[in-house]
């Protein structure tokens, strides 16, 4: 009588098909879900704009600057500062979060 054995993992079965169907799906849900995101945060900004006339200012002399920046400096240029900008504040949010957890493992150390 004779055995079967098994070496390596086993065939998943997958196909490129599948494949391609998961990531079409995944897309999907990251375009629907940043869609909703924006729409909530254009009409957030509409109600703001309309109630608030500080919100009203300031919001317009940023809108002008940038534009500003974008007939000076091109479209790319523009994106590129707005990223750069996104990107720090999150660096900066990290770097906090990052000394909060090495103080509380201090304090939870010393306890």
Same mark, same amino acid.
């Given at each position: 009588?004779?055995? &079967?054995?098994? #070496? =390596?993992?086993?065939? $998943?079965?997958?196909?490129?098909? *599948?494949? +391609? $169907? ?11 879900? +940043? ?15 309309? #109630?608030?006339?500080?919100?009203? *200012?300031? /919001? *317009?002399?940023? +809108?002008?600057?940038?534009? =500003?920046?974008?007939? &000076?400096? =091109? +479209? ?14 999150? /660096?900066? =949010?990290?770097?906090?979060? #990052?000394?909060?957890? #090495?103080? *509380? /493992? ?6």
């Amino acid at each position: 009588m004779g055995y &079967k054995v098994k #070496r =390596g993992s086993t065939p $998943t079965g997958s196909t490129i098909k *599948d494949m +391609l $169907t998961a990531f079409v799906r995944r897309m999907i849900v990251v375009i629907i879900v +940043l869609a909703v995101m924006v729409t909530i945060g254009y009409v957030c900004f509409q109600i703001a704009y309309e #109630r608030f006339p500080v919100f009203a *200012d300031a /919001a *317009d002399d940023l +809108l002008s600057m940038i534009k =500003g920046f974008y007939v &000076k400096h =091109g +479209l790319w240029t523009t994106l590129g500062v707005i990223s750069f900008i996104c990107i720090g504040v999150w /660096a900066i =949010g990290e770097e906090t979060n #990052r000394k909060e957890r #090495r103080k *509380d /493992a201090m304090n939870e150390m010393m306890k």
